[in-house]
């Protein structure tokens, strides 16, 4: 599986931005898709994940009522869409698949990641 990350971009506080990771390869609708980020000198977060039906999704604490992960199995391509940002919400963020399907927090689980785009909220 192949990701690439894109949607990144300059955005003021309270605004928005929706990242895109389209996928290549057959088992797209069998893998759960990962976001994270990780901001300058600081380690990688986990942001959001859902499960390969599409059917649960999680969040971090952080992020919760202001970003919604979505799929679109017949685009291959999983989705963060992300309101009221803050400043705090500037990283890179990276897209990922995990092939059991069930995602989660860890890094570790996902065995696929796109390359990151950058997203800049600005004070």
């Known amino acids: 599986v192949q990701l690439q990350a894109s949607g990144g971009g300059l955005v003021q506080a309270g605004g928005s931005l929706r990242l895109s990771c389209a996928a290549s390869?057959?088992?797209?609708?069998?893998?759960?898709m990962g976001w994270f980020r990780q901001a300058p000198g600081k380690e990688r977060e986990f942001v959001a994940s859902?499960?390969?039906?599409?059917?649960?999704?999680s969040y971090s604490d952080s992020v919760k009522g202001r970003f919604t992960v979505s799929r679109d199995h017949a685009k291959n391509t999983a989705y963060l869409q992300m309101s009221s940002l803050k400043p705090e919400d500037t990283a890179v963020y990276y897209c990922?698949?995990?092939?059991?399907?069930?995602?989660?927090?860890?890094?570790?689980?996902?065995?696929?990641w796109g390359q990151g785009t950058l997203v800049t909220v600005s004070s």
């Open positions: 990922a698949a995990e092939e059991i399907g069930l995602g989660g927090f860890s890094p570790g689980r996902y065995e696929y």
């Open positions: 390869g057959r088992t797209f609708s069998s893998y759960a």
């Open positions: 859902i499960k390969w039906s599409g059917s649960t999704s």
